[in-house]
């Protein structure tokens, strides 16, 4: 089974038509939420897909206060997937980023002490301009060794690179990532047992494309994988599926 490891299921018009379709295809889905708010109005529509990893996120853009993170800690223990949750320092969300990191680091306190050595908490974390705050944070609340810490879309430098590697993170690539040149060299030195795919799709709610939309972009991404590590596709998306079934346990 192929799996997106980053995916906005919500942001299509119908998010259940969709997961059941995926399921149909052989495609599984951690699927990522922006607010505890999206979280709770998908978890009704979704309960019933098998393929379907619902997350419950705080995106760093929709954070104002540190207090959201609370809606986001509720949700624990009840589910062990989180996402996307995170920093971003980039100008544009400068301004609320003490917010941001406070947030941060409650949900990521939350989750390690919620984790499951048997069944370990999964957190998708965004994180940019911000790597080494964010590895600071998945480090000192123990996140990083209790949970499988995810990093999507990792923009970081090759300092910080290496620091996520030692820490045992996993790095979720998508074509986009990979369009790149620093994309197709991280996925080329991101340890083989610790590569996901993810699409990020779709890019805004409203989205009217399906399944196909999702395999097309993950096609494009084990290509991609392939040719940065100079290796067979075929054997590159069997390495995938089996570190998304780690992943899952």
């Known amino acids: 089974m192929l799996f997106d490891a980053h995916v906005h299921l919500g942001w299509f018009d119908e998010p259940a038509a969709v997961a059941r379709e995926a399921g149909k295809r052989g495609l599984g889905l951690l699927a990522v939420t922006v607010t505890p708010d999206e979280y709770r109005a998908l978890r009704a529509p979704l309960s019933g897909e098998k393929n379907v990893a619902l997350a419950a996120g705080l995106h760093p853009w929709w954070v104002r206060d540190a207090s959201e993170a609370d809606e986001l800690v509720a949700a624990l223990p009840q589910t ?81 690179l290496a620091r996520a590697r030692a820490l045992g993170c996993w790095f979720s690539f998508g074509e986009r990532a990979l369009a790149t040149r620093r994309g197709r060299e991280y996925a080329r030195q991101v340890p083989a047992g610790r590569l996901l795919l993810e699409t990020d799709l779709p890019a805004a709610p409203g989205e009217t494309g399906g399944v196909e939309v999702l395999l097309a972009s993950l096609g494009r991404a084990v290509d991609g994988i392939a040719a940065a590590r100079g290796e067979d596709a075929g054997e590159v998306e069997t390495l995938l599926a089996r570190n998304a079934e780690e992943l899952l346990s």
């Not at 965004?126 to 480090?139: F, G, K, N, P, Q």
Request: charged share 20%; glycine share 6%.
């Open 80 to 160: 062990r997937w989180v996402g996307e949750v995170g920093l971003d320092a980039s100008p544009r969300h400068a301004a609320t980023y003490g917010a941001q990191l406070a947030a941060f680091e409650r949900v990521c306190a939350a989750c390690a002490e919620t984790s499951d050595p048997s069944a370990p908490v999964v957190i998708s974390v965004h994180a940019v301009r911000a790597a080494t705050d964010a590895l600071d944070v998945l480090e000192r609340t123990g996140a990083a060794e209790r949970c499988r810490c995810v990093l999507h879309w990792f923009s970081g430098s090759s300092e910080e």
